[in-house]
């Protein structure tokens, strides 16, 4: 029914900048896509939550990516977005787009950053 399919991942320095989108495609609403935001997964660690955006724009973030990243959305074109900047090299990690409402969940198969010098 939904597909997602995230991109912008890719190698940056610390303290660069990338931009990843979702772009979600199927029946999209505001009852499936109520919330969509991003996780995060480094290798040997657990997934974990960065991001989320509510179908109105209200936002929440991971303390850790609080004042750096900025999650936004655009619902005409079922788009999600996470600017990054500030980038740190514990930043680096396979990012997740999900996709959520009340009776469904839906994730992208992820794109990886890497921050490294």
């Known amino acids: 029914q939904v597909q997602l399919v995230e991109s912008g991942g890719g190698l940056v320095q610390p303290g660069g900048s990338l931009r990843l989108s979702c772009a979600a495609s199927g029946s999209i609403s505001r009852i499936n896509a109520n919330t969509m935001g991003w996780y995060r997964q480094a290798p040997g660690k657990q997934r974990e939550f960065v991001a989320r955006?509510?179908?109105?724009?209200?936002?929440i973030y991971a303390d850790s990516v609080k004042g750096r990243f900025t999650i936004s959305r655009d619902n005409d074109r079922n788009t999600v977005f996470l600017q990054m900047d500030k980038l740190k090299p514990e930043d680096t990690a396979v990012y997740y787009c999900n996709l959520g409402g009340a009776m469904s969940s839906y994730w992208g198969q992820g794109t990886q950053v890497t921050v490294s010098s």
């Open positions: 955006a509510s179908w109105g724009g209200n936002t």
